[in-house]
């Protein structure tokens, strides 16, 4: 029942099908997309971090999370069969953490929890994190017994006596690598729907620490962001500036919004673009790609599938979009205060259907 939600490529013609020349020329723009889209999003941050910040939330946090929601979905078999115990792991800590993780600062909004214990009580959540990471990966390992994960264990312990160390740091450094795991995304889609393109996207990931020295350059020696207000004041602090009280804050912010506006990019542009239009399991006729069609979600328009359900999730996530914009409309930073704190589901979330795909 796992196949059923696998992403057919058929409805797409196979690049063996594409002339010679226009499969080049289709590289070509590609890649020269890929390449004006980083540079763009670099040469914007950098110029105006703040108010790019702040326009990037407002108009793509909603949206984005909507999209990955869909994504997700696309990713869930209608069974789970010997993926059960994955699942089970896999949700059950993803509702633990972003509770717990919650929890925490209205704990400390109501001078609950004395300030001494903030980084123990963080660093025993990164800590539980790693663990469910660890669990979950033990789970596929035995699923896909080709292959030997056993070398990611050392890492994680690793990971675990680092974030003790430093908790606050380790947060700070999930919060600049969230972004990058949506390369890492859209590289395993490209790798079983576009494998002809896989080559020259890695090359123009390689474009991406030149241009984040570049930023490094020109934003090190700069003078720090005004934070003369509460809504920029929190932008630079959740970029790391009271952290790093020794690095420009320009430069922590224009590298934060940075990663940010190519992890929008890639849930809003590139992944709705490429994804290939799955055939229906059992009639094997073309499936409507239109986004809004609930039937292009295998788990939806499977005999055995659950299609209210799904249209209800989808149903609710736009509402919760709408309340995004909403709230972002009448009070922007304490609105993007709640969404910075609810949004680490989706950050946990990313985990499993990650290792899904490798």
């Known amino acids: 029942m796992e196949r059923a939600a696998q992403l057919n490529p058929a409805a797409w013609p196979s690049e063996d099908s594409i002339p010679i020349v ?5 590289t070509r723009l590609f890649a020269s997309t890929l390449i004006a889209c980083a540079c763009l999003s670099a040469l914007l941050a950098g110029w105006l971090p703040l108010q790019v910040s702040v326009i990037t939330v407002f108009l793509f946090a909603g949206p984005h999370n909507w999209f990955e929601l869909r994504y997700f979905l696309m990713r869930l078999p209608v069974r789970f069969g010997k993926s059960r115990n ?3 792991v896999a949700f059950a800590g993803l509702g633990l953490l972003t509770l717990s993780y919650i929890s925490l600062p209205v704990l400390n909004s109501f001078n609950l929890l004395p300030d001494r214990l903030w980084p123990y009580l963080l660093a ?42 430093a908790p606050e740091f380790f947060s700070l450094g999930i919060v600049y690598l969230h972004p990058l795991v ?9 790798a079983r729907t576009r494998p002809g ?16 020295l570049l930023m490094l350059w020109q934003l090190g020696q700069t003078a720090a962001l005004p934070d003369d207000n509460g809504l920029f ?3 630079t602090q959740q970029s790391g500036a009271q952290l790093l009280p020794n690095v420009s804050s320009r ?28 055939n229906d399991q059992a009639s094997k006729q073309p499936v409507p790609r239109a986004i809004w069609k609930v039937r292009s979600v ?59 795909m490798l």
């Open 251 to 278: 430069l922590l912010v224009g590298t934060h919004v940075f990663l940010e506006m190519l992890h929008y990019g890639v849930w809003l542009v590139a992944l709705p673009l490429i994804a290939p239009l799955a």
């Open 233 to 235: 004041w929190r932008i």
């Open 86 to 88: 994955f699942f089970l």
């Open 22 to 26: 226009g499969r080049g020329r289709s």
């Open 124 to 165: 025993s959540w990164n800590t539980l994190m790693l663990l469910w990471i660890a669990a979950l990966v033990w789970l596929r390992g035995k699923n896909k017994r080709a292959r030997n994960w056993s070398a990611v264990y050392p890492i994680i312990f690793a990971l675990c006596s680092l974030n003790w160390l």
């Open 182 to 190: 949506a390369l890492w995304f859209f590289d395993r889609h490209l």
């Open 298 to 356: 295998p788990v939806a328009r499977h005999p055995r599938g659950f299609p209210k359900l799904i249209t209800t999730a989808l149903a609710l996530g736009a509402f919760v979009v709408f309340l995004l914009w909403l709230g972002f409309s009448t009070d922007y930073a304490t609105t993007r205060d709640i969404y910075f704190t609810v949004a680490i589901a989706h950050v946990l979330a990313e985990a499993p259907f990650l290792l899904r």
């Open 197 to 212: 393109w896989l080559r020259i996207y890695r090359r123009c990931l390689c474009l991406l620490p030149i241009l984040l």
